[in-house]
């Protein structure tokens, strides 16, 4: 197996690593590259970032505090528990706040979590869970305790672990004959034609098509049996799994979805390489666009001090003499400064403050919902710039 890399955004830092200035000089970075793993057709990282750097007590994203994600993972309770029996067991692994294991029973319900600070947080609401990483051992302890679950869900979680084989054969271990592992993540597709290259970070050691996870989950014993575009986190994919040997049926044409994936050219090398260079297209436009902001007098901030834009402003050498300060709801953020350009990071105000001409969406993905939210600011004639899919003043 050899990984050929088509892509290189630069030197990176940690994108959830929001510090105080303190800890400017003390800043690990590392080579961002991206290559296609010719045995699997997996798009990778070219160099893992150890999993305790990015993920341990002082972890940053809090999934509850956006109201899509709290009404998706509802939703996504109503339409998974269809497929349950009654009182099903269930397990998440990387429950974050516990915004998706709110919904389940307590007594019934476990979760896993190795950021302690959020992993305290499901224990106060009354859920076992494991403050460590998954592994194998971790599933026959689980096992061992609390015998096998229905449900094994886990989202924005799989991709970030580079041992793909060894997470799910831990995973084939602890579920029951016919149970359920759904597991959602960015699609390469989407990020494909959307250009959103800022799905690449530290945290997201590989970005799925369902033509690779497909071929890893068969040889750890486990068989795609749907597959749901998500519209969250800029475009993902819900894909459900069951063991090789169950006999349920889903109303679900994976060869269909596989022929799709193959016309797009999701482990093509050349239609990777194009897309390489149309990250480098996006970054001359977003430079350009916030210079001619700039010389024209306008005050530009970001909204949404988002891991995707850790990799943006770090790629582009976008720093604080381009856009002022970045607003955030997450109050872990607050007061501190973007990893690696350092732009500081302040409470977000309940409305745009008023001197503010355009906002850089860090968050793009919930642009629907911040135009709701900042009515006043699009009224007084406010503008938003994205990048998705092309750089635009809009
Ligand atoms: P995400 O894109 O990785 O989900 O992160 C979204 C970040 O944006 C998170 O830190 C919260 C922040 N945010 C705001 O500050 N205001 C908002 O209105 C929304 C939707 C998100």
């Not at 516990?98 to 009354?126: D, H, Q």
């Not at 050498?317 to 007061?335: A, F, H, N, R, V």
Request: proline letters at 4%.
């Amino acid at each position: 197996m050899s990984v050929i890399k088509f892509l290189d955004l630069g030197s990176q830092p940690i994108a959830n690593g929001f510090l105080n200035k303190e800890n400017f000089d003390k800043e690990f970075f590392f080579n961002l590259s991206v290559g296609l793993d010719d045995e699997t057709g997996l798009v990778t990282q070219m160099e893992y970032v150890s999993p305790d750097i990015m993920f341990n007590d002082s972890y940053a994203y809090r999934g509850s505090l956006s109201k899509t994600m709290r009404d998706h993972f509802a939703e996504a309770k109503k339409r998974i528990s269809a497929y349950l029996p009654e009182n099903p067991k269930v397990l998440e692994i990387g429950s974050n706040d516990g915004v998706f294991v709110k919904n389940w029973n307590p007594a019934t319900t476990f979760a896993v979590e190795p950021c302690e600070n959020f992993a305290k947080e499901t224990i106060s609401l009354g859920y076992d869970t494991y403050s460590s990483f998954w592994s194998v051992e971790l599933a026959e302890n689980i096992k061992n305790t609390n015998g096998l679950m229905d449900l094994i869900f886990a989202a924005n979680c799989m991709c970030h672990i580079p041992d793909l084989d060894g997470t799910f054969k831990a995973v084939e271990s602890l579920l029951s004959d016919e149970g359920l592992f759904v597991f959602e993540d960015p699609s390469l597709i989407e990020m494909l034609s959307r250009n959103s290259y800022d799905q690449i970070y530290d945290e997201h050691a590989h970005i799925f098509s369902v033509t690779a996870v497909n071929k890893i989950l068969n040889r750890n014993g486990l068989k795609v049996v749907n597959v749901e575009p998500i519209s969250v986190h800029g475009g993902s994919n819900r894909i459900w799994a069951m063991k090789m040997s169950s006999q349920s049926k889903f109303l679900f044409d994976l060869e269909h979805f596989l022929t799709f994936e193959s016309l797009v050219g999701v482990d093509d090398l050349n239609i990777l390489s194009s897309f390489a260079e149309r990250v480098e297209g996006s970054k001359i436009a977003l430079i350009n666009l916030l210079q001619k902001l700039q010389d024209d007098g306008n005050k530009v901030i970001s909204y949404g001090a988002t891991s995707k834009s850790t990799t943006i402003f770090n790629y582009c050498g976008i720093d604080s003499s381009l856009i002022e300060y970045i607003t955030d709801t997450t109050p872990e953020k607050q007061g501190l400064y973007s990893p690696g350009t350092h732009i500081p990071i302040l409470k977000a105000p309940s409305q745009i403050e008023q001197d503010v001409d355009v906002a850089f969406l860090g968050a793009w993905n919930f642009e629907k919902e911040i135009r709701n939210k900042e009515n006043l600011f699009v009224e007084r004639g406010g503008k938003f710039i994205t990048h998705v899919p092309e750089v635009t003043l809009r």
